[in-house]
Nanobody, 115 residues
Framework: QVQLVESGGGLVQPGGSLRLSCAASGIFASIYVMGWYRQAPGKQRELVAT???????NYADSVKGRFTISRDNAKKAVYLQMNSLKPEDTAVYYC?????????WGQGTQVTVSS
């Protein structure tokens, strides 16, 4: 059974940093594109960042320069380092492992940025 477990969310002040982790089990992780998505109350889910098996990254304009996505295939994990956090970054963050049309999702972790 495939399972993605997220951790690292919490409450931080504006300008602070947070690192999200997502560890998978039951899959061959190296073949997947890994990514992070987020959903704020009343808004649609949006893509935050993705990283391919070869390490190619893509970021939403709103987080570019502040967030860094990375992966560790041996650990079957994807990470999101978030710096210079803003209140508008507040959302539930979901990790995603995607291979063509097949995708798996983490349970979500709450990130709240507030002073």
């Amino acid at each position: 059974q495939v399972q993605l477990v997220e951790s690292g969310g919490g409450l931080v002040q504006p300008g602070g940093s947070l690192r999200l982790s997502c560890a998978a089990s039951g899959i061959f992780a190296s073949i997947y594109v890994m990514g992070w998505y987020r959903q704020a109350p009343g808004k649609q889910r949006e893509l935050v960042a993705t990283i391919t098996s070869g390490g190619s990254t893509n970021y939403a304009d709103s987080v570019k320069g502040r967030f860094t996505i990375s992966r560790d295939n041996a650990k079957k994990a994807v990470y999101l380092q978030m710096n210079s956090l803003k209140p508008e970054d507040t959302a539930v963050y979901y990790c995603n492992f995607q291979r063509n049309s097949l995708g798996y999702w983490g349970q979500g972790t709450q990130v709240t940025v507030s002073s």
